[in-house]
């Protein structure tokens, strides 16, 4: 064998075939193919990979013999180019900030910083990655390096041990021993005979398909039938609780709580007492046992309705409802609702509830007030208002009778409630009509299951639910919000709703457009970020393998339940399943209005997106572009 020609080795480097091309502007990403001339006999036809957006660009390569790879490029913006100097090589204070950005593939995606004109910076998105990560880069010597700051934040402490009072509650209702179906007897009498109105119709009853206690028609009702009605005076409200317990008023005005917090603990104070009074009555059997109304101002009816009224609250044990389940085990609770972060809120709302007991505690006692009443029994109130208040002209309204109906598992209610302001009185009306033996089903709002679960403890069937929701916790999108806010500006939740685009997110929005940042990308980092833990949680992964089998055959379908594989079925009736599922899609359905920003109409209204949010997905999208153009602000909206 001769020697190789000049300065070659004997080893010949395998040859490198290589092509770049751009991402067209109505390119679909995983739908379109792009024909790429590879040499002068050959075309290559890629698929746009899923994290390639229109104006990234792709690297194909071959090396001979090798397959052909696919590298996404994608151009970043740096940050903080304005208010950087850009220094010659060589001076190591040049440093610039970039995100990771929401369509990657850790460990392949290749981002590129253009610094000037003739300087450009490729690097690589490590494995351990994800999107809205901290990338610093800085020059030293000749040499650009790239810093990845995996943003971490430690988990709320458990709650003090003092909370599992809460898992007494089921200790009081089986201590009292009552009798609830008697005890409801008795308030639907003590109700007529102070001047409600409760049809005959009706009685409480646990009949299929949800199987708890409601009410239920035991007579053939009508269409347009009245069936309760409440007069105000009986209506447990805040200022119904000034009136009634002025002294007790009084003592929570002394408290250091906010307005807004002294009238809630005002409200759970004093149906607490109402509660202790009721247990007491049980206990020792003695109808006549010493009462708080002793000391209150309250007419003869409103004494007789508002104590049975609390003979029927005392027999719930909320074993079902997240706060109790948060307080009892919140290990459990975390892991059941992860990669959800509701589990923090479930275990902050049972710490904050029993501090809010002991600030009212020792308000009252400060007071000199003879009203004192124990956790328990505190929870127990602040739980049922939580579960069964109304809204009339005041917010925090109880109404007994009328909150014994349940939300209808289908969303369309038999019955509906109104508040007469004429009449000042609570009415329930039948709005079809009813056979004997079946359920009264009212509804308590067009909520999502995350929203249901949060406020009543359940969730319905996820093909009943009417829109999906996910609460952005500042904490968690740190780097975005430092990067598109000021630091100075207060960072509020933001509440993100399929069902219309909330004030929160219109205010923050705004802020970042007045900046002059791009409001788009900000929203669509924020839920790539969000969204990257749910797609990275195995216990999900069966749900959400079925979304995407879902939308295979139906892109814009969100029917993952019709999807699931026979060994997962039971993920579809966990509530914690649910509410994971409807944060998962809420932030699904964001990232799409942010991506249909962007593009084209044309690939905007051909684009695969969640055909049930369709018409808030227009609005948002609108909302968006406006913000992108820039002097306009948006305000919150509901789509028609
Ligand atoms: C206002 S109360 C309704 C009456 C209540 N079931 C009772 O026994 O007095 C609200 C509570 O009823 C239950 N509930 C109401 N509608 C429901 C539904 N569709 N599915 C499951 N639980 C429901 C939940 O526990 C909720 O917190």
Redesign the pocket.
């Known amino acids: 064998m001769g020697a190789p020609p000049d300065g070659q080795t004997g080893l010949q480097l395998p040859k490198r075939l290589q092509v770049v091309v751009e991402v067209p502007k109505n390119a679909r990403p995983g739908i379109t193919k792009l024909a790429v001339d590879v040499d002068d006999e050959s075309e290559l036809h890629i698929l746009v990979p899923m994290e390639a957006a229109a104006g990234d660009r792709i690297r194909i390569s071959k090396v001979s013999g090798g397959p052909w790879t696919c590298v996404v490029l994608k151009s970043q913006p740096v940050y903080d180019m304005d208010s950087k100097k850009l220094h010659a090589p060589g001076d190591d204070d040049c440093k610039l900030q970039l995100l990771v950005p929401a369509h990657v593939k850790p460990g392949e995606t290749k981002l590129q910083v253009t610094i000037s004109d003739d300087e450009q910076v490729q690097l690589c998105v490590p494995e351990y990655a994800s999107p809205g990560d901290l990338v610093e880069l800085v020059r030293t010597e000749e040499q650009w390096t790239a810093k990845f700051t995996r943003d971490r934040f430690a988990l709320g402490l458990d709650p003090k041990s003092n909370l599992a009072v809460m898992a007494d509650l089921a200790k009081t209702s089986s201590e009292a021993g009552l009798d609830?179906e008697a005890a409801v007897e008795r308030l639907f009498a003590a109700a007529k005979g102070a001047g409600c109105f409760v049809s005959p119709k009706i009685k409480?009853g646990c009949v299929p398909p949800?199987n708890?206690?409601?009410?239920v028609a035991v007579e053939a009702i009508e269409e347009g039938e009245e069936l309760i009605r409440i007069p105000s005076a009986f209506h447990i409200t805040p200022p119904s609780v000034e009136k009634a317990a002025p002294a007790l008023a009084e003592a929570a005005r002394s408290s250091s709580l906010p307005e807004l917090r002294r009238l809630e603990a005002l409200h759970a104070f004093f149906v607490a007492r109402l509660l202790a009074d009721a247990q007491d009555r049980a206990v020792s059997g003695d109808l006549q046992a010493s009462s708080a109304f002793r000391r209150w101002t309250a007419t003869e009816g409103q004494r007789k309705v508002w104590e049975a009224y609390a003979d029927?609250l005392l027999t719930?044990d909320f074993s079902?409802?997240p706060f109790r389940l948060a307080a009892c085990s919140p290990a459990e609770m975390r892991r059941d609702l992860t990669p959800s972060q509701e589990a923090e809120y479930f275990i902050d709302m049972a710490t904050d509830l029993m501090s809010l007991h002991e600030t009212m505690l020792r308000s009252s006692e400060a007071a000199g007030m003879p009203e004192n009443v124990e956790a328990e029994m505190f929870l127990r109130a602040r739980m049922s208002a939580?579960?069964?208040v109304f809204q009339t002209c005041v917010d925090t309204t109880l109404v007994p009778v009328a909150?014994?109906?349940?939300?209808?598992?289908t969303l369309t209610p038999g019955v509906l409630w109104s508040w007469d302001a004429e009449a000042e009185a609570m009415i329930v009306t039948a709005v079809r009509a009813h056979s004997p033996g079946e359920e009264l089903?009212t509804t308590?709002g067009a909520r999502s299951n995350m929203l249901?679960y949060r406020?009543?403890?359940?969730?319905?069937h996820p093909k009943e639910e009417p829109s999906f929701t996910y609460i952005i916790r500042p904490h968690l999108v740190r780097p975005i919000m430092k990067i598109f806010m000021d630091d100075e500006e207060a960072r509020p939740l933001i509440l993100l709703e399929t069902s219309h685009i909330d004030d929160s997110l219109c205010q923050v929005l705004n802020k970042v457009a007045r900046k002059g940042s791009d409001a788009i990308e900000f929203l669509r980092l924020l839920c790539a970020r969000s969204r990257w833990s749910y797609e990275q949680d195995d216990r999900i992964r069966p749900a959400l393998d079925a979304l995407a089998r879902a939308r295979d055959a139906d892109p814009g379908s969100h029917a993952w339940w019709k999807h699931i594989d026979e060994t997962h079925k039971e993920l579809v009736q966990q509530d914690s399943v649910r509410v994971i599922m409807s944060e998962y899609l809420c932030l699904t359905a964001h990232l799409e209005a942010a991506d249909a920003a962007d593009a084209s109409d044309d690939a905007a209204d051909a684009g695969s997106y969640l055909s049930s949010c369709e018409a808030w997905r227009k609005s948002l999208v609108k909302a968006l572009r406006l913000c992108k153009t820039g002097g306009f602000s948006i305000s919150s909206a509901t789509p028609a």
Do not use: A, C, K, W
């Open positions: 609830v409480r949800l708890i206690p409601g009410l029927t719930e079902y409802h939580q579960t069964r909150d014994l109906l349940n939300h209808s598992p089903f308590y249901l406020t009543y403890g359940f969730t319905l």
